[in-house]
């Protein structure tokens, strides 16, 4: 499963097109947030990337979880969104 990475300052537009495409290759995705400001881009994302797979027929479903990461060598936890077809 392909991780996608998310920030704060990262685009909801570019993510939703690069979690489109992920979902086109692969069965499933999953998206990675530390902090509010990337879970509010990535939850933006996850919308944008919708609309741009329903008219192929594809629903999404995003299971939401708790992950722990490792950031410049410091233990952070990032919520995960696994985003799959329906």
């Known amino acids: 499963m392909e991780i996608l990475k998310v920030s704060a300052k990262s685009q909801p537009k570019s993510v939703a097109g ?3 495409a992920t979902l ?7 998206i990675q947030a530390v902090g509010a ?8 994302a996850i919308a944008i990337s919708r609309g ?3 008219p192929n027929g ?4 995003v ?3 708790f992950s722990d ?7 952070r936890t990032a919520i995960k969104f696994i985003v799959e077809p329906r």
């Open 58 to 61: 594809i629903d999404l479903i």
């Open 63 to 65: 299971i939401p979880a």
């Open 37 to 44: 400001g990337a879970v509010n881009q990535a939850v933006k």
């Open 52 to 54: 741009f797979v329903a």
């Open 18 to 20: 690069a979690l489109a």
């Open 69 to 75: 990461v490792n950031i410049e060598g410091e233990n």
């Open 24 to 30: 086109r290759e692969n069965s499933a995705a999953e």
